[in-house]
């Protein structure tokens, strides 16, 4: 099985980009952040936890997401893989994905990870803020909180994947298509 964990900071293009990665190498596609905003819309205790700390742009507890996608690796059936997007995002998501792997016989095949600009991030967002209408993208200071906490808990992975040479980057600037054309070049590889 692969193992792919698609990394990026906020309006990367990690959602745009997961479609043809998922339909091209067979995969499953885990976004966190889509399953919590489904257990938020479904009312759930979880949802009902997590609501308030995404909607002012900070990480839920690793423990709430390490458990959905424990859950979702396990029960999986017919796909060559995962693409893990926005999992993990702290060391400790890292370490307890490593674990949850390695007890299958299993390792991260590639860290796939699409960089923009800052600037960058601000203007995906305030377009999609007017086309998804997801809470967290609606106020500048969310949107910056999102922004700070990427870089204090979330970039430190990049030298945890450099570390085992997992890690590789992709320029997030250009055309939807250039920009998959990348990611397809190195994914052939892996
Ligand atoms: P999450 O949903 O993962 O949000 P995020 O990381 O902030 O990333 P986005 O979904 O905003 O951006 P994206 O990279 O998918 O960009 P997109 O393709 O949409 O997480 C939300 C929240 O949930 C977190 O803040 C946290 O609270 C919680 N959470 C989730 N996972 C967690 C975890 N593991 N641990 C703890 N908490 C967690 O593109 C953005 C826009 O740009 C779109 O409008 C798109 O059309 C446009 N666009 C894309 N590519 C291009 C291009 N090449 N050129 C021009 N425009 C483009
Ligand atoms: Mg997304």
Known sequence: ??????????????????????A?????HLSTGELLRSEIAAGTPLGIQAKALIENGSLVPDQVVEGMI??????AQGVE???LD???????QAQVL???????????????????????????????AHIE??????REEVVENRIQTYHAKTEPLIQYYRQNGKYEEIDGIGTIEEV???????????
């Open 24 to 28: 091209r190498y067979h995969l499953c």
């Open 180 to 190: 998959q054309a990348r990611i397809f070049a190195l994914m052939d590889k892996h």
């Open 1 to 22: 099985m692969k193992y792919y964990v698609l990394f990026g900071p906020p309006g990367a293009g990690k959602g745009t980009q997961a479609g043809a990665m998922v």
């Open 70 to 75: 424990e859950s979702r690796i396990s029960h």
């Open 81 to 83: 893989g995962f693409l």
């Open 86 to 92: 926005g999992f993990p995002r702290t060391i400790a």
């Open 133 to 138: 209408g997801r809470a967290d993208d609606a």
């Open 98 to 128: 490593d674990q949850m792997l390695e007890k299958r016989g299993e390792s991260v095949t590639a860290c796939v990870s699409i960089m923009i600009p800052d600037a960058t991030i601000h203007e995906r967002i305030a377009h999609r």
